[in-house]
């Protein structure tokens, strides 16, 4: 026997069919996880023991303060009865929080009601840092949709969640924001939550809430995630739309930079989307109308979409913009002419994007655009054209770039003439196109 096999230790004896089926029962699903373990800190969380849970030699007010001024918008007459977790137990919760990313655990979470003891602590907890972890664990667990319809068929569920809106802990509110989108993502979720939205009674609503944190939080989390809710929302209840579009659109302007300067496409194509949903009543129409400063907002989110690299957002923003685009023209024309002579590059790419499309159209006869598809793209440069040959002012920008684009303009009316072989709106289009071209004399 060799020197090194003499002073190796001696391997562990092979584990008995006995105690591999022990282990194999504590796993939890196909994972790894211990059934064990997570009972053990669930149980230690419902249970709240002071010394288990909280660093009682520890003053939370200064350190919080210190150490979380940049992330936290906290209220200053509550600091003193806040609590900062103990370090073991917190290590323990956030270890219990990564592992509720996986399916098994979470539907093991919610057989063992998991729910019920989050919202419990949700419900007695003074540490910022505990509401955050429960939210997060629950914004997990809703991940799994059939423990997402297992959580909402709790009655009081959904509108326990929209009183904690009132928050002021950014945390809490990226994690509370989270899990509303989660929840959302699910059909039957998204109805049972747009009705709790609806009958709500809380003072002030939970809409309302949602606008506040908008209109005070620099975290793009917090923003990306209350765009997302406020687009499904308005999406599915014009009664919450009609009432809260004025305040909606009074903050808008300011998300879109947060979410510009972080280069964030997919939330500017929920600005966007929100925006097409108001043209789709009177009363949201007509406050759009009241907010030239809008189309500024517009003709930026349009330069920012074309610069993105993700087409199917693109496409997105391009069909929310468009159809925007087409309302403002109707009400008020001038004004966008001017604002779009001021952004003439707007124009151009009006006239690019419009020939693309059309040029699609007339050589893909597999492509999946339809006649009502490209009035899409149609519609706002024929209310421009006409625009322009009624309006008394001069817009110089607008008609350069007419004349520079003249080969690309008699493109475009050349293939709406062949698409209104087969579309008399086409056939309509084109011969006013034609008009007004001659008209403007370019």
Request: contains cysteine; hydrophobic residues 40%; charged residues 20%.
């Amino acid at each position: 026997m060799s020197d090194n096999e003499l002073l190796r230790n001696p391997s562990p004896p092979p584990l008995t069919d006995e105690e591999k089926a022990k282990l194999k029962a504590d796993y939890i699903g196909e994972s790894l996880f211990s059934k064990k373990w997570v009972l053990n800190v669930i149980f230690k969380l419902f249970s709240l023991k002071e010394e288990e849970i909280y660093d009682t030699q520890l003053k939370l007010k200064q350190n919080f303060l210190e150490s979380n001024s940049e992330q936290r918008l906290c209220n200053e007459s509550n600091n003193d009865n806040l609590k900062e977790l103990l370090g073991t137990f917190e290590d323990e919760i956030c270890e219990l929080w990564d592992i509720s990313a996986n399916s098994d655990v979470s539907t093991f979470l919610y057989e063992n009601d998991s729910q019920a003891i989050l919202m419990y602590v949700l419900d007695k907890t003074q540490s910022p840092r505990l509401l955050e972890i429960c939210f997060g664990i629950l914004g997990n667990m809703a991940c799994v949709e059939k423990v997402a319809l297992g959580m909402i068929s709790d009655e009081t569920f959904c509108d326990t969640l929209l009183e904690y809106l009132s928050l002021t802990d950014s945390l809490s509110l990226v994690e509370l924001t989270r899990l509303l989108c989660v929840l959302m993502s699910h059909e039957v979720c998204l109805e049972k939550l747009i009705k709790s939205f609806e009958t709500s009674s809380l003072e002030p609503h939970p809409v309302d809430q949602l606008v506040r944190i908008l209109q005070n939080s620099l975290n793009v989390n917090i923003v990306m995630n209350i765009v997302e809710i406020l687009d499904l929302i308005f999406d599915n209840s014009d009664k919450l739309m009609e009432l809260h579009c004025k305040e909606i659109l009074n903050c808008l302007l300011d998300v879109y930079y947060i979410l510009n300067e972080n280069s964030m496409q997919e939330p500017i194509s929920n600005l966007l989307h929100i925006l097409q949903s108001f043209t789709t009543t009177v009363s949201c129409v007509c406050e759009l109308l009241k907010h030239d400063s809008l189309v500024v907002f517009l003709c930026s989110i349009f330069a920012h979409l074309l610069s993105g690299n993700n087409p199917r957002v693109k496409d997105q923003c391009l069909q929310s913009f468009y159809s925007v685009l087409s309302c403002l023209l109707s009400g008020n024309a001038k004004a966008v002419l001017s604002t779009i002579n001021e952004n003439y590059n707007l124009l151009v790419f009006l006239i690019d994007i419009l020939n693309e499309k059309l040029t699609e159209y007339d050589t893909n006869e597999e492509a999946e655009l339809n006649h009502i598809y490209l009035m899409v793209y149609l519609e706002p440069f024929h209310d421009i054209f006409y625009n322009l040959t009624i309006c008394e002012e001069h817009f110089g920008n607008l008609f350069q770039v007419l004349k520079d684009k003249k080969i690309l303009i008699n493109n475009i009316i050349d293939l709406c003439t062949v698409i209104g072989m087969h579309s008399e709106d086409f056939a309509h289009f084109s011969e006013n196109l034609a008009t007004f071209n001659e008209n403007l004399n370019l």
